[in-house]
């Protein structure tokens, strides 16, 4: 059973940094094929996906929004993958989750929720101004 677990949210002033991590089980990020993606809601607000990385190859993507800012890696020995959000804004303020699935790294649909099998609960991140 493919589970993935988020930590690392909390309360951050404006300008600061927090990392995000997503441990997963069930699969091998050496041996299987997956694209691990983070996608964030704030209230009011569709989920927005933001970053993503291939536990293949290692290549990346990452919205405009984020693009500079935030970094995503994968440790594939801990089969876990780190969201390190740097220079944060209020706007940044929401429910931070992590999800599975095989679309490809380069798919025009790695930022769309729906490609994805696998969600965790979430973590919420809150940036003050």
């Known amino acids: 059973e493919v589970q993935l677990v988020e930590s690392g949210g909390g309360l951050v002033q404006a300008g600061g940094s927090l990392r995000l991590s997503c441990a997963a089980s069930?699969?091998?990020?050496?041996?299987?094929?997956?694209?691990i993606g983070w996608f964030r809601q704030a209230p009011g607000k569709g989920r927005e996906g933001i970053s993503g990385?291939?536990?293949?190859?290692?290549?990346?993507f990452h919205a405009d929004s984020v693009k500079g800012r935030f970094t995503i890696v994968s440790d594939n020995a801990k089969n876990t993958v780190y969201l390190q959000m740097n220079s944060l804004k209020p706007e940044d303020t929401a429910v931070y989750s992590c999800a599975a699935g095989r679309v490809g790294i380069y798919s025009a649909h790695v930022a769309e929720e729906q490609w994805y099998d696998y969600w965790g609960q979430g973590t919420q991140v809150t940036v003050s101004s």
């Open positions: 069930g699969f091998s990020f050496s041996f299987d094929d997956y694209t």
């Open positions: 990385i291939s536990t293949s190859d290692g290549n990346t």
